[in-house]
């Protein structure tokens, strides 16, 4: 091959290098361009939004606790009293779930040497009811065996939970587009339809209101509760092109 070829074969590869340079990944809130004049400029933006509203669903956890001498005498009588709760709640038209039961012994390590003292039995219990019935059913639950409030959550059910997901996700795309529109406007430019949206995960948050009875003959006055608001978050990424 001639050798004076060679510089111009050398400054057209290097040309060609150079057309194919510039594209860049974008990132949330900037602006990406090319040097094609055939591929779009686009902002690729973030959008969050929460939404709260009233609990509609409360989630009760109880429990009934026994010690006594021998294995089988503590879980007698919380077998017992854990039948005496079950068919009041189910008087009440309460469906209760067993959560956990245990049974174990129990120890005096004050001497030398371990001590067996006795053995403990527990079996918890949770069931769901309306906000407004909540601390009624707790009243129920105490004077019928239970020892132990676990948790009281207020919460959404699924349906009225799916419902606010939609009403934050409508949020979260409008403030990704204020967003980019923000973006754009500073580079004297508009905002396109989308190219592209993705959706993230979603975050809740209920309300849990925990409450202890030592006893069963703790209860006086009658239980009340004044549940706060639940939320409901969402977030989406979304890629727009620029006008």
């Known amino acids: ?107 005096d390590y004050a001497g030398e040497t371990r001590e067996l003292v006795g053995y403990r039995a527990y079996h918890a219990l949770q069931f769901e009811t309306t906000p407004d019935d909540a601390g009624s059913a707790v009243d129920l639950a105490v004077d019928n065996g239970a020892t132990a409030i676990q948790t009281v959550q207020f919460t959404l059910s699924d349906e009225r939970r799916a419902e606010l997901r939609e009403e934050a996700l409508a949020a979260a795309v409008n403030d990704a587009r204020a967003t980019a529109e923000t973006v754009a406007g500073a580079a004297d430019r508009g905002v396109g339809s989308e190219l592209s949206i993705q959706v993230g995960s979603a975050g809740f948050q209920p309300y849990d209101s925990r409450v202890a009875y030592e006893t069963a003959a703790d209860a006086g006055a009658s239980t009340s509760f004044e549940p706060g608001e639940v939320s409901v978050t969402a977030s989406v990424t979304v890629t727009y092109e620029l006008e």
Do not use: H, K
Request: glycine share 6%.
């Open 1 to 107: 091959m001639d050798r004076r070829v060679l510089p111009a074969l050398l400054v057209a590869a290097m040309l060609a290098l150079a057309g194919c340079a510039g594209a860049a990944t974008n990132a949330p809130g900037q602006l990406q361009t090319t040097n094609s004049s055939t591929a779009a400029a686009t902002v690729t933006s973030g959008g969050t939004a929460t939404v709260s509203a009233s609990p509609d669903l409360a989630v009760i956890g109880v429990a009934v606790e026994a010690r006594a001498d021998t294995a089988a005498e503590a879980r007698s009588q919380v077998a017992t009293q854990v039948e005496e709760l079950q068919s009041a709640l189910t008087d009440a038209g309460y469906e209760a779930e067993t959560t956990a039961f245990r049974l174990s012994p129990e120890y």
